[in-house]
């Protein structure tokens, strides 16, 4: 009688952290959608802000003279170092 009763709080004690384990699972799984969500979120705001930052630098150089042509062309040379993996001194 020992063994069975043995046996039955340990199936009991599996019972529970199957549970426990399910439960977790579950808050895993809606913090992951909340976290795609933010990623979504981010994205879009740093498109619109490489977009923003784009058109800033375009009005500078064709607004602000021969200075912010020489701006623009520094900006536009570090950019195209950059990726190629080169160091962008100025």
Do not use: P
Request: net charge positive.
């Amino acid at each position: 009688m020992c063994r069975k009763n043995r046996d039955i709080r340990e199936a009991v004690r599996l019972r529970e952290r199957h549970r426990e384990v399910y439960l977790m699972i579950s808050k895993l799984k809606n913090e992951q959608e909340v976290l795609i969500g933010q990623k979504e979120d981010f994205w879009n705001e740093m498109t619109a802000l490489r977009q923003r930052t784009r058109e800033l630098e375009l009005q500078i150089r064709d607004t602000c003279g021969y200075e912010g042509k020489a701006w623009f062309s520094r900006i536009e040379a570090n950019t195209e170092r950059i990726r190629l993996g080169e160091s962008a001194g100025m």
